[in-house]
């Protein structure tokens, strides 16, 4: 069956993203407008779910003053949400449960994945060719440039073996994106294979080992695994670049991968609901595809957060999906948007991301309190401050946290032992009485099916009202 591909589409939307990338101030936010204004009217014509969600709004109404929407409450009315009648969820959850299926085309014109993400609630996302030639544009024109001259020789990677090194065990982006390309490009099926992280670490570096790719991409954890098992010696190749994203790349993070694989790493920031929403310019400064996606950055209580500062979360209005429209959709990720141009002089906004955010841990402290301690600053203390990357924290009472490290050699005790003082102490500044760290060695750290390692995990239990995961109170 031929991948859900339209090449023309595809040398028209790149033709336009070249411009936007250039165009001068203003230019964003007119393609922006434009864009809007088509994908509601696509919405209100075409989706029940918005038809009522909208009800009441003028037509010419800003996207601000628009309502939110959440997955759980889209994904609770699926079939009202598309606007082609024909996609159903319950036949599109048989499609994604059927492993044989993976980048199938759907009535041979919809690529379809799954994401599992942070919530409990899964999503179904459904992309047409349309918004698949958005995505291949933004990806080949921005993510992959500048080009070097090596690459400008090989545009297609016919001399260069690629690597995924991620979650392969369903129906998710990255996994089916790489299967339609592998689809597309005969010379892809030789040329870039997809590796499960879900196996042992020696099984996984013996196969890349075997393969010894030129590219790998794959999340920041595991970037860093590898880099590790560089270190040690068993990781015997090195590649000439390590693209990362899905997860959050710190600096300390990255350093150490860029050392010890000898390599440059390109980090990149995308979700199930929109693939390519940012990615690093040769500056090292993240952009936004503002020209396709509009994320507005919010505080705790909805309201606008002003440039240069921290959101809580954010919203994200998608440009070019009007099978399945986003509008003012509820996204976790802090953002940070920037009114500075780029020295690189792209037109896009410079963004900073500090991603899926970990649990809050609420822990018992002094006088029957409790204190909560924001997941970001206790995995900042242990990387700071230990000098340890790859762990895990877990809450599994109100005064109880388990550590855990994959390692189990003198090192790894050596900086266990940092961890926990690191850790006491912290819980120590904070008022936290007494607490007890349990330690685990040895065990490789817990992924969500999206392959996704969550580094602080609070004792959790899901909400019958959310499908949210509640901190134990
Ligand atoms: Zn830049």
Redesign the pocket.
Known sequence: MMPVFDPLRLASVSLDVLAAGRDAPGGVAARQRTRLARLLESAVHGSRFYRDHLAGFASGAPLDDLPTVTRAALMARFDDWVTDPRLRLDELKAFTADPQRLGEPYFGRFVIWESSGTSLQPGIFVQDAACMAVYDALESLRRNAPLSLRRWSDPLYLNERLAFVGAIGGHFASHVSIERLRQLNPWMRVNFRSFSIMQPVPDLVGALNGYAPAVIATYPTVAFLLADEAERGTLTFRPREVWTGGETLGPSMRQHIERALECSVRNSFGASEFLTMGW??????M?LNADWVILEPVDEQGFAVPPGRLSHSCRLTHLANTVQPLIRYELDDQITVFEER?????A?P?IEVQGRRDEPLVLAASGGRRVTILPMALTTVIEEQAGVCDFQIRQTGPSTLVLRLPGRDAAARAAMGRCRDALLAFAAAHGVSGPTVLEEMGQPLERGRSGKVCRVLAAAMPSASEGKRTPLA
Not at 280 to 285: A, K, L
Not at 342 to 346: F, L, M, P
């Open positions: 690093e310019c040769g500056h090292g400064r952009h780029c020295a690189c002089g792209s896009m410079v």
